[in-house]
């Protein structure tokens, strides 16, 4: 959601910006615009695909001269339509400073009609037009840039990562934030700014990290970096832990094709990264692998002390939570609550003593999930954070931390993070259930064994890549697909629908098996696609009852099953089966159908799965 990128230095400014934009686009956007430093500054504003912008951009004259220094925007509207007028880069009224914008500005409204008051006016609905001209206010009373950008610190609330040009200096390009991403590249006589390393992994691996609260200043061989008392920081810059290679498609046709293809590597380095954590005791091999409580920098003790845990999450990391619960509750014995992230603050939360709250997020930026953690941390509670990106904000403000080893996941519709929060969650619970003695030495032994074994199954579903296309073309034309699974299927089935409406734009709902008799079944007409997932054996039959009950009543039914799953063929359209595996463990194998279902249909429709409409990868609004 919102990406911004900055340049200072030797280079053509002009398709660095654009470049780094591309690459930011996963990120989810509705506009887009650039401004490149000169007398008057020349900026481009387009609605729509970054191609828009692209094409403007090349059609104009001014942007075909040399520039060193620029700054660039994609907008996911939030205040304000998606207009050129409220696409950024937003110029103040004087027309001295430009600056792009990645958060929010909570007391946006107040700060409006102060400067209102001071003879400013305003051409766009947005907060960050309301950011520019404070900036400029305080800068023309000062006339002294960091001066100003401290005053500005000190005034704003929300959420800010702000790329910042002034008319005054032709040659330094000004960052600050506070709680959203910015990260700095340093190239050859030359330094960059971006949301995310990504943006300019093409020219540099060299990287500063930005601190929250500090304010930059960079210049084509200098980088200033000041801390919240206005002390300049001295910092040395580090290799980007991410490649080339991972941020670009290589031989797929798209990135959730690749991330989908990388899901049987990614949770095994997943199970390992839990593995190799161990401080005291001897870290496990191959033979007899062990997880560690380290691994989620937590001790024994730790775990010993959980009575209670709450998930807050949002999306498919909230899915995964519903796994998380059904086999922790199994193993651990331990009651589990799922709370939308969303919702949690509003519920007026009650927190027990020894209750661990869980926030489960792949960006770790996501909004809704970071203000439900520092309402559950206001309220004393013990937070942990199953997170993929390292150093975000959901995993600073959390106690306890565990890193998903999925890497970076370009496409909106997660599917490898998904994969590895669920592994993420097995390995938790088998942890807690091991701390608080519920499974013997045993059967840990062997869960493990069976959790190491899923990678190698995982890689078999990948088959269901064609497998699934039959069954993609049935559903391809549908207005309404139904999921039905009970117990941990039901979880999975969630995921499953989301997956399929989110790039597909099919209306799809999961339903328990049990609850469709108590309403939804009146919508089942004759045709009706229903799709069942059966994986759990002591499950399986009530299941296939409701099946049936739908079938009476004319749905068309597709099995998902896992193996040793007895079902009456003839009943069902087409019938996968996924090899076998612990029951508990079944959901990381029916979600890779599933997925591939999704993306298959997405194509048939013509559509581009990476980028559905209106979605955003990291949500950061509430
Ligand atoms: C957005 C994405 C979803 C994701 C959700 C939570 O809505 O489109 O795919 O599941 O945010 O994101 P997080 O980064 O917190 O896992």
Known sequence: MCGIVGFVGQGNTKDILLAGLSRLEYRGYDSAGIALYSQPFTMVKAVGKLEELKKKVSASKDCQLPYSMGIGHTRWATHGKASEKNAHPHLSMHKEVVLVHNGIIENFAELKTFLQEQGYSFYSDTDTE????LIEYYYRKDKDILKALFSVQKELKGS??????????????????????LIVGKGENAFYLASDVSAFLDYTNEIYPVENREILSLSEK????????????????????LSQRQIHKGEYLHFMEKEIFEQPKVVKDTLLYACNQENEEPAGNAENPKFSYEAFSMTEKDFQEISRVRVIACGSAYHAGWVLKSVCESLARVPVQVELASEFRYNHPILEKGELVISISQSGETADTLAALKEAKKLGAKTLSIVNVKGSAIARESDFVFYTQAGPEIAVATTKAYSCQLAAGY???????????????????????ELFLLPGKIQQCLSFDQEILPMAKELKDADNIFFLGRGLDWAISMEGALKLKEISYIHCESYSSGELKHGTISLIEKGSPVIGLLSQEELAGKSISNIHEVRS???????IRMEDIAIEEEDFAHNLIVPKTHPLFAGSLLVLPLQFLSYQVSL?????????????KSVTVE
Do not use: W
């Not at 990562?161 to 390009?173: C, G, R, S, Y």
């Open 604 to 616: 048939l429709k013509g559509f581009d799965p990476d980028k559905p409409r209106n979605l955003a």
């Open 222 to 241: 200098e980088i200033h970096i000041y801390n919240k008392n206005g002390e300049e920081v001295k910092r040395s810059s580090t290799i980007a832990e």
């Open 427 to 449: 390995i938790f619970s088998l942890l807690l259930a091991k701390a608080k003695g519920k499974i013997s030495k045993e059967e840990t032994r062997s869960l493990t064994e």
């Open 130 to 133: 309301v950011a520019v001209n």
């Open 160 to 181: 800010y990562a702000f790329a910042i040009m002034f008319q005054e200096d032709a040659k330094t390009l000004y960052a600050m934030r506070k709680d959203s991403p």
């Open 553 to 559: 009543r004319g749905a068309k039914c597709f099995a």
